[in-house]
């Protein structure tokens, strides 16, 4: 019902710059929280940051000061601009979205499929 595409994925030195977009689809009445999640080899799902309907946004200490949230909440957009990239950074990174669908009340969490990000050091 609903579809979350990520792409900007890529491979890049440490200290270079990469820029994720995610799109959503389907049959949303609301998006509310958007957000960016990683998953290195060997490593649990972490919190990377996200952004709420009043954009207001959090961030994992990690990359604070490094990494930016946005959203285009019109188009279905979350961005997450990264900066100043680690090869600890290198993950594939999802992401999230809270989602109310047209004819329901209560709100559902969906998944993107994942964009591999690679810092060479």
């Known amino acids: 019902q609903v579809q979350l595409v990520e792409s900007g994925g890529g491979l890049v030195q440490a200290g270079g710059s990469l820029r994720l977009s995610c799109t959503a689809s389907g049959n949303i009445f609301r998006i509310v929280d958007m957000g960016w999640y990683r998953q290195a080899p060997g490593e649990q799902r972490e919190f990377v940051a996200r952004i709420d309907r009043n954009d207001i946004s959090l961030y994992a200490d990690s990359v604070k000061g490094r990494f930016t949230i946005s959203r285009d909440i019109a188009k279905k957009f979350v961005y997450l601009e990264m900066n100043s990239l680690k090869p600890e950074d290198t993950a594939v990174y999802y992401c999230?979205?809270?989602?109310?669908?047209?004819?329901?009340?209560?709100?559902?969490?969906?998944w993107g499929q994942g964009a591999q990000v690679t810092v060479s050091s």
């Open positions: 999230n979205c809270d989602v109310q669908l047209y004819g329901h009340f209560d709100y559902q969490n969906y």
